[in-house]
Each structure stands twice: as structure tokens, then as C-alpha cells.
């Protein structure tokens, strides 16, 4: 199972990025996560698509949305970003038990 995740930049605060995830992997993909680890801080959860629905953590939501983009593909769109987004962000599914991660595309959020 790989993961690979783009759509990283640079952006001034106030704009927008999206990022996306693509699997390869033979299983199939039912709940697909969008985590970020900030400078000296620890990694964070900050959003997840499952059969159920989505949910965020409280400081993205009204700003964020992720979505599933087919079978094994799902992105973060990211509006009036924040310097306090400025993070890696990495996607992650878990797969029969076992977490596998992106390799994480750098977000900064800089005037």
C-alpha cells in the first residue's frame, strides 16, 4: 500500500489550496484521514470521510472539506487559510488493522 499526497505551497493568508491523496493498493479504501504536524508541535488529526460522513477538528471546520474523489482518491480543500495552518500534511488510511501514511506535502501560510 503506498499513498501519495500533492498539492502543497505556499499561499498568503486568506487563500486557498487543495490537496490530494491517491492509494495504490489492492484493498479496498473506506475511510480516508488528512493529518498535519505543525513545527515543534505533534501530528494532528484533521479530518476524515467515512460511509457515516465527514468531521473535523473544531479549528478547520467552516474552512476545510474533504471529499472522495473515487475509489481510492480524496482531496482537502483548504479556504482562508491561516498562518496557523502552516504544517505537513499528510493522508493516511488504515487498511485491515494497519495505519499507512503519505509522505506529506508542506502547507505555509506566510504575507
Known amino acids: 500500500v503506498q499513498l501519495q499526497a500533492s498539492g502543497g505551497g505556499l499561499v498568503q493568508p486568506g487563500e486557498s489550496l487543495r490537496l490530494s491523496c491517491v492509494a495504490e493498493?489492492?484493498?479496498?479504501?473506506?475511510?480516508m484521514y488528512w493529518y498535519r504536524q505543525a513545527p515543534g508541535k505533534q501530528r494532528e488529526w484533521v479530518a476524515v470521510?467515512?460511509?457515516?460522513?465527514t468531521d473535523y477538528i473544531e479549528s478547520v471546520k467552516g474552512r476545510f472539506t474533504i471529499s472522495r474523489d473515487g475509489a481510492k482518491k480524496w482531496s482537502l480543500q483548504m479556504n482562508s487559510l491561516k498562518p496557523e495552518d502552516t504544517a505537513v500534511y499528510y493522508c493516511?488510511?488504515?487498511?485491515?488493522?494497519?495505519?499507512?501514511w503519505g509522505q506529506g506535502t508542506l502547507v505555509t501560510v506566510s504575507s
Open positions: 493498493t489492492p484493498f479496498t479504501v473506506n475511510t
Open positions: 470521510i467515512h460511509i457515516l460522513g
Open positions: 493516511n488510511t488504515v487498511i485491515r488493522g494497519t495505519d499507512f
